[in-house]
Structure formats: structure tokens, C-alpha cells
């Protein structure tokens, strides 16, 4: 189990792998003095004399400006001008917060965070360090959380205001990291829709550098991730310190370089969608913020997360399942559908082997395009005369499961709730409200649009035998603003947001926990660790060309593990790039991820479906190993032509091999890849082929894999021991 071993001046955090020390000084101030590998013993004299301070005992905050210090958790208004944790304004105006330790209490098993999506699990310790401001009556209790089983450090704070005056918290970040040097690289996840998550890379210089999101979405923008990693890191080797949000609205994820070179790490909630007025005996609790560290470069960084996603984040009956593999109508008929159709579909789908069929949008109120019916969630009988529930019937005759396309979060101008309830969305008095796709938003800091979506969703679910439910959020907000907030509350409204649809989608999960939730934003729009705790999968992109796919699941990698992602085969020319790759190469690249289709299969030349019914074959057999297993990125299409990745079993016994080349290159020889995580001691038979090799000399010396003829060809190869 961890330990946390709390002494007169310093409190110890550590697993078998890491440790995250804190120091407390003269007069209670909580410093940071180390995270990274674990130490067994820890001397504060010399990271407290780099800062300036000669011994905890001989710290005062007149003489050694707290600009120098590594804090915990600082706040705006005293000595230190940097960036802070902490903002809180007073009744006077004034905003100044000085935070001193009050308790370190140690406890067994992880804080929970009613209300708000957290890391779970008992095998873990908890820190709470009580500090208070006397004159403000505002106590805040930092809350940490060590797994035995990876290498995560949980935080998060709560603030309570046990004063005699309204406080108002203008910043609370999740997470503050103090780091003693800068030499470090920021790698973030940024991009657009389509094109989702593009690793970025760049050298930190003094002040402040980050990302972040004012969508009310973590965003496809920007991911609400970040990793310091030495220059000299990749993927194989290197320190990388990394932290992300178990958030799924706006955010801000930075590092700010002091001017002695010092880097601070925060992510939390981002300001100009925050602000909470806490009345007196009110309290608040921010995010939750995971960290870890690593010398094993980013191929360990990515261990824990992984690692942290199935153990601790992931809930219900699919946490540790495979997943079903689907076809999905949207790409096969767009909004053009009818029950036959659909049916036809199905039916196909369902003799080639597929397990669940997707109904997606269009099935609803008067929903013949994107201009109308959100929030109407009615079957439309003029597309089904005969219901959702004798479809579904019909579909289950099959053999298949039934899913259902919902964007509940939404509400049509043109809808009969709008028409009845058009209070429901947010929006600012007398200004026209901004659509997006032809939508507004529901302002889901009210109890009464809280209700009204989780009875509209409950009410299909409980009427009609649907196993699955793909949940989609396609705009961000604008007007943000609510009728029945009050205008000292109005700066809560997004986290209030957050909170309702936190909370409508827990009561769902409970309800009706043998449905498998699916995530979606416009594609990979809101793909964070706060709708993964509620929904085991996400759609990773609306781009389902091979070649980008790629890209996005390499990146979106770093964080997710495969069963985290939603990657399925489509038709060719590609909806989204127009771009014609081999089927085997799409479905290579879609089944190392919760594997399936979006085209209609009755399309296909008999040969192609052949190949399907062998791939769905395959991916059945392998499913365990490709959703579960260890994965290991090789070779990164950032960097050239070719993209590989590997996922190996965790009794490393059978392993999933994928090579993709972009672009053909003549006169080259075929490439030799070195593979990872392979056990050195066990010989593995590639199955394809029928050779033989030693662990050890397939991840030293490597495997030659000769690549089909043409651009996007693509490999794929099973090990076995
Ligand atoms: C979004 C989703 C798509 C599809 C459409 C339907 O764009 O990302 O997968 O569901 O909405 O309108």
C-alpha cells in the first residue's frame, strides 16, 4: 500500500515508485519541496536554500519574499507575483488570502467528491491538509490521494467559509506544482474539429504559457492536459511529468517560468467561466486534477494514465468488458431513412457478424435536418409508423443490440420545447441569442431543465429495450447566461452547468446501468476524464479517414487507453477528407479502439464483405487484448511516413501489431521496428507469417515488416507466445 508518513515539518507521499513531499514552515506555510521517484529519506535543507530559505524553522514570510517560495497552494495578494492558485475577494473588494496550516490528517482509501466526477478505488491514501486565513474565515482543504497499483497523484480543494462575510473565490485551481527548474518542454494537445488533439511541443520561457477552453467543453480545441517533459525525452525514455483535469468544461492547463527559473504548473477551472460567491457556511469544491511522473519517457506517462482510466475511472458493467462492435447509420444514410431502410442495414450488419446497431440522429420530432427538433424526444412516425420499440424489436430479432442517438444537452429555436419553455435555454435578456448548427443550449444550472432532460431521456429508456446510448454535444457556449440566476451568481454558470449534467447523467448511469454510454462532441469534442467516468467510450473523431485517424488516436493516446476510444471503418471516398484508403487499412487502424462501422455494408462488393466477416472474426478473438492490453506507440506519424503501435496482453502471451504507411515510398526497403513490452524470456510466433522470434530479440533488434504496394497500406499482425 502507499504511505503517507507525516513528521513535525514534512508530510511523505509515496507509492512503490513515486513520492510527492510537502514542507511546512515557520507559521504554518505549506511549501512544496519534491515529486518525482521515490526517495526514502528527505533532507528540505537544499531545495529550501535554491528558494532562499535557510531551514523550515528559520522561514519569515517579511524577509524572504514568497516570489521565491514553491507553495502548495498559493493566492493572489501577498508576496508572491506570480500566477496563483487562489483568488478570493472580500466584501470590502479587497483580495488577499493567507492561507496557514491548521491539520495534516492521513486517512485509508481515496476522498470521493460529491457531485463532481473523481479518480475511486480503496487502494489508495488520503491527505487532508486543513489551512485557514483567520481574518477572512475561509478554511480550504487541499485533498491529495496516492493509488498503490499507478503512479497518480488525485488533488483537489474545498473551501469552506466559516466567517461572518461573503467571500467570492474568483480563481480555485485543482492543481499548483512548484517546480525547482525550467528546463522543460510544455506538450500540449491542441486542434480543431477533425482534426482532434495534434501533439505540440515547445520549449517553456519565461512567463506564462497554456491552453485552454472557453466552450464549455474541454473542447476540441484544446485538451485540458499538459506534460513538462525534459528535452530530451521521447517515447521510450526521459523524465515527463504530466497532469490533466477530471473535468469536461472550460478550463485553463499552463505553466508560468519565474524569473529565476522556476516553472509553476496549474490546471483548474478557468477564470473568465468562474467565479462562486460563497456565503457564510457555504463551501465549494474544485475539479479534480491527476499527476503523474515518469523517467520511462512518454511510453510510461501513458502507463499510468491508462492504468488510472480502466482502474479508476471507468464504472459500471463495461468497465473491464469487451466492448460490442457496431454499426452506426449516420455516414450510410444521413437524416434519409426509414424503417425499412434501416432494417436492410441491420440485417447485413448482423450476417456479417456485427453486435449492435446504431440509430443515430434523425429519429425524433421533425428532424429531417439539423434545423429543428432538439429537444423534442419523440419518435417521429413518419419515419417509424410503427415506434422506436417495434424497431428495436425487430433489430434484437436480428441478433444485434440496440442504440440510440440522443443530443440531450440541446434545445432547436424550431422544437415544441422551445416553443413551450423558451426560458429553458441560456441566454442573456434582450440580446438575440448566437446559434450554432441551428441550436441554442439548455441551461442546465436550473433543477427544472435538469428534470425535464433526465425524464426525456428516462422515459425512451424505460419505454424501449435500448442497450446502448451514443450522447452528443455539437456547440459551445455563447450568451452565457441564465434567467434564473441571480447577477451576483451569474459568473457560476458554467461550473453550474457542469454540475447538472454531472448529475443528470449519474442518475442515468444508476437507472439503467446494463446501457453502455458512448460520449461525443461534434466527434472528439469533450474527450476528458470527467465524461469517462460516466461514459466508458467516446467517439474520438467525426474523421474517420485512416491516415488522420492515426494521427488522433497516436495522440489521444497519450492520456486514453483503446477502450476509451470509439474508431470505426467508413465508406471510401472519405465523408470527411475524400480520401480513398484500402479497407484493410481502415479496419487495421479501428480496432485497436472500441472497434466498428459507420457505411452501409450492402454497399459493398462481395469480396470486401468477405474481408469484413474475416476482420470481425478477428477483432472478436482479439478484442480483450486490443481494448485492454498494454499499448505502445513505436513509430509516430508526427515524425515520418510510417505509424506503429502495439498492444500487448497483459501476460504479454498475445500482441496486436499495426504498421500504417501514409505515402508509398519506391526504392526503399521494407521497415525493421523494434517492438515494446514483449516478455525478453518467451518466444512469439507472428501468426500471419508462422515465424518465430525471442521476445528479446524483436524489441532489440526488431521485426522487418514489408508493407502492401500503394499509399495507406497497412499491417497487421498477431503474437503469440
Ligand atoms: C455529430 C456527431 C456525429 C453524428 C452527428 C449527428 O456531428 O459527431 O457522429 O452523430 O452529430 O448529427
Known amino acids: 500500500m502507499p504511505e503517507i508518513i507525516i513528521t513535525k515539518n514534512l508530510i511523505h507521499l509515496r507509492n512503490a515508485h513515486i513520492s510527492y513531499i510537502i514542507g511546512i514552515l515557520k507559521g504554518g506555510f505549506a511549501a512544496h519541496l519534491y515529486f518525482g521517484k521515490r526517495v526514502e529519506a528527505f533532507n ?325 435536418n439539423d434545423h429543428s427538433s432538439l429537444g423534442d424526444w419523440v419518435v417521429d412516425r413518419k419515419k417509424l409508423p410503427n415506434g422506436l420499440k417495434s424497431l428495436s424489436e425487430k433489430v434484437h430479432a436480428l441478433g444485434l443490440k440496440f442504440g440510440l442517438w440522443f443530443e440531450p444537452e440541446m434545445i432547436s429555436p424550431d422544437s415544441d420545447l422551445y416553443r413551450a419553455h423558451p426560458e429553458y435555454a441560456m441566454q442573456i435578456r434582450g440580446r438575440t441569442p448566437i446559434e450554432g448548427r441551428w441550436q441554442l443550449i439548455l441551461d442546465l444550472s436550473r433543477t427544472d431543465v435538469q428534470e425535464y432532460v433526465y425524464n426525456a431521456v428516462a422515459t425512451i429508456l424505460r419505454e424501449n429495450p435500448i442497450d446502448y446510448v451514443k450522447w452528443d454535444m455539437n456547440r459551445n457556449f455563447t450568451n452565457v447566461g441564465s434567467l434564473e440566476l441571480s447577477p451576483e451568481r451569474m459568473r457560476e454558470l458554467p461550473h453550474r452547468y457542469m454540475l447538472g449534467l454531472y448529475s443528470i447523467l449519474e442518475r442515468l448511469i444508476r437507472e439503467f446501468p446494463d446501457v453502455l454510454f458512448e460520449s461525443c462532441a461534434s466527434g472528439g469534442g469533450r474527450f476528458d476524464l470527467g465524461m469517462l467516468h460516466y461514459m466508458p467510450q467516446t467517439w474520438c473523431s467525426d474523421n474517420t479517414d485512416a491516415l488522420s485517424r492515426c494521427r488522433i488516436q497516436w495522440s489521444t493516446s497519450l492520456v486514453f487507453p483503446p477502450f476509451a476510444m470509439g474508431s470505426h471503418v467508413s465508406a471510401v471516398p472519405n465523408h470527411q477528407s475524400g480520401r480513398i484508403t484500402p479497407q484493410q487499412t481502415r479496419a487495421n487502424v479501428a480496432m485497436s479502439g472500441c472497434f466498428g462501422f459507420e457505411l452501409d455494408l450492402n454497399k459493398l462488393p462481395e469480396e470486401e464483405i468477405e474481408q469484413v466477416k474475416a476482420i470481425i472474426t478477428r477483432v472478436k478473438s482479439l478484442r480483450q487484448t486490443l481494448l485492454y492490453g498494454d499499448f505502445h506507440r513505436l513509430l509516430s506519424p508526427y515524425e515520418g511516413h510510417d505509424t506503429a503501435w502495439i498492444t500487448v496482453s497483459p501476460d504479454k502471451r498475445e500482441a496486436v501489431l499495426m504498421l500504417t504507411r501514409d505515402l508509398a515510398q519506391p526504392n526503399t526497403d521494407a521497415p525493421m521496428l523494434r517492438l515494446r513490452g514483449l516478455d525478453p524470456a518467451l518466444t512469439y510466433t507472428v501468426e500471419e507469417t508462422g515465424e518465430t522470434y525471442g521476445g528479446d530479440e524483436l524489441m532489440t533488434s526488431g521485426l522487418c515488416i514489408p508493407l502492401p504496394w500503394g499509399d495507406a497500406a497497412s499491417v497487421s499482425l498477431t503474437l503469440r507466445a
Not at 447509420?329 to 457478424?353: C, M, P, Q, R, S
Open 44 to 368: 528540505p535543507a537544499s531545495i529550501l536554500r535554491r528558494h532562499g530559505v535557510k531551514s523550515p524553522e528559520e522561514f519569515s514570510e517579511q524577509e524572504c519574499a514568497l516570489n521565491h517560495v514553491p507553495q502548495e497552494y498559493p493566492s493572489y495578494g501577498l508576496g508572491d507575483m506570480r500566477e496563483g492558485a487562489l483568488i478570493v475577494r472580500a466584501e470590502d473588494g479587497t483580495a488577499s488570502c493567507d492561507l496557514r496550516l491548521v491539520s495534516a490528517e492521513a486517512e485509508d482509501g481515496k476522498y470521493a467528491l460529491p457531485g463532481l466526477p473523481a479518480s475511486f478505488r480503496e487502494n489508495a491514501k488520503t491527505l487532508r491538509l486543513k489551512l485557514r486565513d483567520e481574518l477572512l474565515g475561509l478554511e480550504a482543504t487541499l485533498l491529495y490521494a496516492i493509488f498503490e497499483d499507478c503512479d497518480i497523484i488525485a488533488r483537489s480543494a474545498v473551501f469552506m467559509n466559516r466567517g461572518k462575510q461573503t467571500l467570492t473565490l474568483e480563481r480555485a485551481a485543482s492543481l499548483c506544482l512548484d517546480l525547482p527548474d525550467s528546463r522543460w518542454d510544455l506538450v500540449t494537445l491542441s486542434g480543431d474539429w477533425a482534426r482532434e488533439r495534434e501533439i505540440i511541443r515547445r520549449r517553456i520561457t519565461p512567463g506564462e504559457m497554456s491552453v485552454s477552453s472557453l466552450r464549455g467543453a474541454s473542447s476540441y480545441v484544446a485538451s485540458p492536459f499538459t506534460a513538462l517533459a525534459r528535452p530530451e525525452t521521447n517515447e521510450a525514455s526521459g523524465e515527463v511529468l504530466a497532469a490533466a483535469l477530471v473535468y469536461s468544461g472550460s478550463f485553463y492547463a499552463g505553466v508560468d517560468v519565474g524569473s529565476r527559473d522556476t516553472a509553476r504548473l496549474m490546471l483548474g477551472l478557468n477564470d473568465r467561466h468562474f467565479g462562486w460567491r460563497l456565503e457564510p457556511g457555504e463551501s465549494f469544491t474544485t475539479p479534480e486534477a491527476v499527476l503523474t511522473w515518469s523517467d520511462q519517457g512518454f511510453d510510461g506517462m501513458s502507463a499510468a494514465f491508462h492504468r488510472l482510466c480502466v482502474e479508476h475511472i471507468v464504472r459500471g458493467k463495461y468497465a473491464h468488458a469487451p466492448r460490442p462492435i457496431l454499426l452506426n447509420n449516420w455516414e450510410a444514410t444521413y437524416f434519409g431513412f426509414d424503417e425499412e431502410k434501416l432494417l436492410t442495414i441491420a440485417k447485413k450488419a448482423a450476417e456479417v457478424g456485427v453486435e449492435l446497431f446504431v440509430l443515430d440522429d434523425g429519429w425524433f420530432g421533425q428532424r429531417d
